[in-house]
C-alpha cells in the first residue's frame, strides 16, 4: 500500500510561500531598478537607444505587476492559513460536543448538543467553500506574473537588437538586458515552488474535509 504523502500544518505552508513571495518581490525591485537604469542610459544614449526607451516602460511594469500579484497571493495565502486554524478549532469543539453528548442520558440535552455539532458542521462547509475559492483566486494571480514574465523572453531579445545599435553605449545596455533575463528566470523558478505550495495547501483542505460525522456516532474512538 502506498505510503500517504504528509505535509506540514497549512500555517507552515502559508509560511513558506511568504517566504518565495518575498524572493519573488525582492526580484521584482532589482528588475524595476534596471528598468529606471536602462531609462538613465537610453536618454544619454540620445537617439542611438531611442528602441530601448518603450522596452525599459515594459520592464518597469512586469516588475510592478509582479510586486502588485505575489503581494495578493500572500494575503489569500494568510487566508488559507487562518481559516485552516479555526478549521481544525471547530473540528475539535465539534468531537468534544460529541464526547459530552455520548454520555448524557437525557435525550433533550443531547439533542440540543446535535444542534451544536449541526452548526460546526455548517461553519466548517462554509470555510471549506471559501478556500476553495481563494485557491482559485491563488492559481488566477500566479498565472497573471507568470504571463507577464513569459514576454520577458522577447522584451531581452529585443533589448540586445536595440543594444546592438547604440555605439558605446552597448555593454551597458548588454548588461541591463542581462540582468533582466536573470531575474525572470528567478521568477519563474518561485512559481514553480509557490504552485507546489497551492497544491499542497488544497490538498490539505481536501483531506480535512475526510472527518467524522459526529453526529452519527453513539461514541467516539
Do not use: W
Not at 533589448?159 to 545596455?173: D, I, P, V, W
Not at 483531506?207 to 453513539?218: E, F, G, Q
Amino acid at each position: 500500500m502506498a505510503r500517504q504523502e504528509q505535509h506540514p500544518p497549512a500555517f507552515v505552508i502559508a509560511a513558506m510561500l511568504a517566504g518565495h513571495l518575498f524572493r519573488m518581490m525582492r526580484t521584482a525591485k532589482l528588475m524595476s531598478l534596471s528598468a529606471s537604469n536602462a531609462k538613465g542610459v537610453a536618454a544619454r544614449a540620445g537617439d542611438k537607444a531611442l528602441g530601448f526607451r518603450p522596452i525599459t516602460d515594459f520592464i518597469a511594469e512586469m516588475a510592478n505587476d509582479t510586486i502588485h500579484y505575489a503581494t495578493k497571493i500572500n494575503h489569500l495565502a494568510l487566508t488559507v492559513s487562518r481559516t485552516a486554524v479555526n478549521d481544525l478549532r471547530t473540528l475539535d469543539g465539534a468531537r468534544r460536543f460529541a464526547e459530552a453528548r455520548d454520555q448524557l442520558a437525557d435525550t433533550g440535552q443531547a439533542a440540543f448538543i446535535d444542534q451544536l455539532i449541526h452548526q460546526a458542521d455548517v461553519e466548517r462547509a462554509a470555510m471549506h467553500t471559501e478556500t476553495a475559492e481563494i485557491m482559485i483566486q491563488l492559481n488566477a494571480q500566479l498565472d497573471e506574473i507568470h504571463q507577464r514574465v513569459r514576454g520577458s523572453t522577447i522584451i531581452v531579445s529585443n533589448s540586445r537588437t536595440e543594444a546592438s545599435r547604440a555605439g558605446e553605449f552597448q555593454k551597458y545596455l548588454d548588461s541591463i538586458a542581462n540582468s533582466v533575463e536573470l531575474a525572470a528566470r528567478d521568477i519563474q523558478l518561485e512559481i514553480s515552488k509557490c504552485r507546489k505550495l497551492i497544491e499542497s495547501l488544497d490538498t490539505l483542505d481536501s483531506s480535512s474535509k475526510n472527518t467524522p460525522d459526529y453526529r452519527l456516532r453513539t461514541g467516539t474512538s
